[in-house]
């Protein structure tokens, strides 16, 4: 039998807890499946992929490499299309791509009862924000406030807003601000942003929930005094679910068995 290879790539990548949360779940459904994390840079993507053999059956993408990812999946599900960035690659009957962020995001908003807030903050305007963008809007966002160094590269974001039908603007970290309920942070672990915007943001920003989780607290959380602040474990858990459902069935939607048991395994491995 042709074994069953998986891996987390991306730059860096030391600090993902992919492995160990891919690894319960392989064990707790009884599969033998070897999953890894290796060091892959955008200059080196296509070529790494393209030397795979067919005992590879999928790969978990992180920074920087989601969009590029997405430019070498021949099919792509609904995220991945609305997004223009994927974080799965199947690799069974062809490269196909999928982005499970979205669905990982709304997850974890439900878990913290965070779904229905009307006015949302995004911080950051990479690939992940677009994630967080379409997450928000499918979770009842109607106004969207996009915050990030340089706005012009807010562009395909703002754009992407208004084919989801939403109030969408893009600005400086520290320009003048209305309350939101929300604010999602879409920034690298490790970012920082300097005490005075660090302030303004928490002061109207409502509860803020922060994809990075390594270290914990981030530095925009230890800064959020006039909130509550979510880590983005819940969505590395949720999201990662969702990637053992692609690599199990070849759908996100469709749930594992006994995923109740597999969930509870990956969250003691965390």
């Not at 590029?68 to 196909?96: E, I, P, Q, S």
């Not at 982005?99 to 949302?120: K, S």
């Not at 950051?124 to 997450?135: F, H, K």
């Amino acid at each position: 039998m042709t074994p069953r290879r998986l891996a987390v790539w991306g730059d860096p990548i030391a600090h993902s807890k992919s492995p160990q949360l891919h690894a319960a779940a392989y064990a707790a459904l009884g599969l033998d499946w070897e999953y890894t994390r290796r060091q892959v840079d955008e200059a080196t993507f296509g070529d790494t992929l393209g030397a795979l053999d067919e005992s590879w059956l999928g790969l978990s993408l992180t920074m920087p490499l989601k969009e590029r990812a997405h430019g070498a999946a021949v099919t792509h599900d609904r995220y991945a299309d609305l997004t223009g960035a994927v974080n799965t690659l199947l690799l069974t009957d062809g490269v196909r791509g999928f982005n499970t962020d979205v669905g990982g995001i709304i997850d974890a908003l439900d878990e913290q009862g965070l779904l229905g807030i009307e006015r949302v903050r995004i911080l950051g305007a990479g690939a992940t924000a677009s994630s967080a963008l379409v997450a928000c809007v499918e979770a009842g966002a109607r106004s969207v406030d996009v915050r990030a160094r340089r706005p012009e590269r807010a562009a395909e974001l703002v754009s992407l807003g208004q084919r989801l039908g939403v109030a969408i603007s893009a600005s400086c970290f520290d320009d003048d601000a209305l309350d939101v309920g929300l604010t999602v942070s879409t920034l690298p672990g490790g970012t920082t942003l300097d005490a005075l915007t660090a302030a303004r943001l928490s002061a109207s920003g409502g509860v803020l929930f922060d994809v990075a989780y390594s270290p914990w607290p981030s530095a925009l959380a230890t800064a959020w005094s006039d909130g509550r602040a979510v880590s983005g474990e819940g969505m590395l858990l949720r999201q990662a679910v969702r990637q053992v459902r692609i690599f199990l069935h070849g759908d996100q939607r469709v749930p594992l068995p006994s995923e109740e048991a597999v969930v509870a395994a990956m969250k003691a491995a965390l």
